[in-house]
């Protein structure tokens, strides 16, 4: 369904956050899993549960305007995971796979923070300002994971990774 009103716009982007929100929290827990540097590890380890606080905080809003928690189906998100399985199924060099995780990560946060973003505008536009700060606190813990994965990236001895 097509949303017809900007209540209807606010509630499809909460349930597609749900849903991204939902979906990065099992792909952390793979990338942490899989890269071979314990400060990449432990950083996905941190973001998983601070996406499942963002969960948390959604479920809170959902609870505001009445509606239950329930996630929508979201194609860049399950494009990016895609993309991810079918980079790591080629069998990459270790340390290629730890920068494609880094850049796999800050492409979610990417999206996150354009949603985030969009959702605390309508719901101040709503009049929903409880709902816009829990939101906006989302916001603001996505920018800060985003410069951190950028910080990962830039001190990343790259001097161990093929070029050619």
Do not use: C
């Not at 792909?27 to 969960?55: K, N």
């Amino acid at each position: 369904m097509t949303a017809q009103t900007l209540n209807e716009l606010f509630a499809q982007g909460l349930k597609e956050m749900y849903f991204v929100e939902q979906e990065l929290t099992d792909a952390l827990d793979a990338l942490a899993q899989e890269v071979s540097e314990d400060d990449l590890a432990q950083a996905f380890e941190e973001h998983r549960e601070e996406t499942e606080g963002h969960i948390d905080r959604l479920e809170e809003v959902f609870e505001m305007i009445d509606e239950s928690p329930e996630g929508k189906k979201v194609q860049a998100v399950q494009g990016l995971i895609s993309d991810h399985e079918e980079f790591s199924e080629g069998d990459p060099d270790q340390h290629v796979l730890n920068l494609f995780d880094l850049a796999a990560a800050e492409k979610s946060e990417h999206l996150e923070i354009a949603a985030y973003g969009n959702l605390t505008f309508f719901a101040d536009q709503l009049g929903l300002d409880d709902a816009a700060d829990l939101l906006e606190e989302n916001l603001r813990e996505e920018q800060e994971t985003l410069d951190e994965l950028k910080q990962l990236t830039e001190a990343y001895d790259v001097s161990s990774v093929p070029t050619a």
